[in-house]
Nanobody, 115 residues
Framework: QVQLVESGGGLVQAGGSLRLSCAAS????????MAWYRQAPGKQRELVAI???????NYADSVKGRFTISRDNAKNTVYLQMNSLKPEDTAVYYC?????????WGKGTLVTVSS
């Protein structure tokens, strides 16, 4: 069983930065594509960023140029550096680990951006 634990959420003013972390256990971390999703109140969960390897990444248009996803396979951890935060970035952010035949979620961490 894979466990994913997110941390780093909190309250920040617009224009500020936060760094989210997701620690994975119970699996061979490097075999999984890792992603961050978010879900704002009243909205569907959406993909924010995904990393397949240390060099192959993809981002939602709304966060391109502001957010950076990275992973440290030695620490079984994926990160999301969020800069120039906007009130519309307010959401619960979820970590996801996926590969063929397996998909796991963390419980989420709340990010609140005040205007």
């Amino acid at each position: 069983q894979v466990q994913l634990v997110e941390s780093g959420g909190g309250l920040v003013q617009a224009g500020g930065s936060l760094r989210l972390s997701c620690a994975a256990s119970g699996t061979i971390f490097s075999e999984y594509a890792m992603a961050w999703y978010r879900q704002a109140p009243g909205k569907q969960r959406e993909l924010v960023a995904i990393i397949f390897s240390s060099t192959f990444t993809n981002y939602a248009d709304s966060v391109k140029g502001r957010f950076t996803i990275s992973r440290d396979n030695a620490k079984n951890t994926v990160y999301l550096q969020m800069n120039s935060l906007k009130p519309e970035d307010t959401a619960v952010y979820y970590c996801n680990a996926g590969r063929v035949g397996a998909n796991y979620w963390g419980k989420g961490t709340l990010v609140t951006v005040s205007s």
